[in-house]
């Protein structure tokens, strides 16, 4: 059975910084790309970051510059390092990996104070 466990949620000041973790056990298969999704209140979910088997990655516009995804492949897991936070990054973020399925985390929760 694959697990995904996030880490690294939690509360922090305008212009601060996270790190988020996630962690993949289990069956998982070969990987083709794995990465972090956010909900905000009232929101539809929204991907934030992706990176891909060969290396290359996906940001949205509202992160790009400010945050970055890394993974470490030995592990199974991906980072996503998150600075200069924002009020509006305030959000539940989901950890995923692709490989063929889809596998989810059950989310970390950012706050991000004004």
């Known amino acids: 059975q694959v697990q995904l466990v996030e880490s690294g949620g939690g509360l922090v000041q305008a212009g601060g910084s996270l790190r988020l973790s996630c962690a993949a056990s289990?069956?998982?298969?070969?990987?083709?790309?794995m990465g972090w999704y956010r909900q905000a209140p009232g929101k539809q979910r929204e991907l934030v970051a992706r990176?891909?088997?060969?290396?290359?990655?996906n940001y949205s516009a509202y992160v790009k510059g400010r945050f970055t995804i890394s993974r470490d492949n030995t592990k199974n897991t991906v980072y996503l390092q998150m600075n200069s936070l924002k009020p509006e990054d305030t959000a539940v973020y989901y950890c995923?990996?692709?490989?063929?399925?889809?596998?989810w985390g059950k989310g970390t929760l950012v706050t991000v104070s004004s």
């Open positions: 995923y990996f692709y490989s063929g399925v889809n596998y």
């Open positions: 289990g069956s998982i298969g070969m990987i083709n790309h």
């Open positions: 990176v891909f088997g060969g290396g290359s990655t």
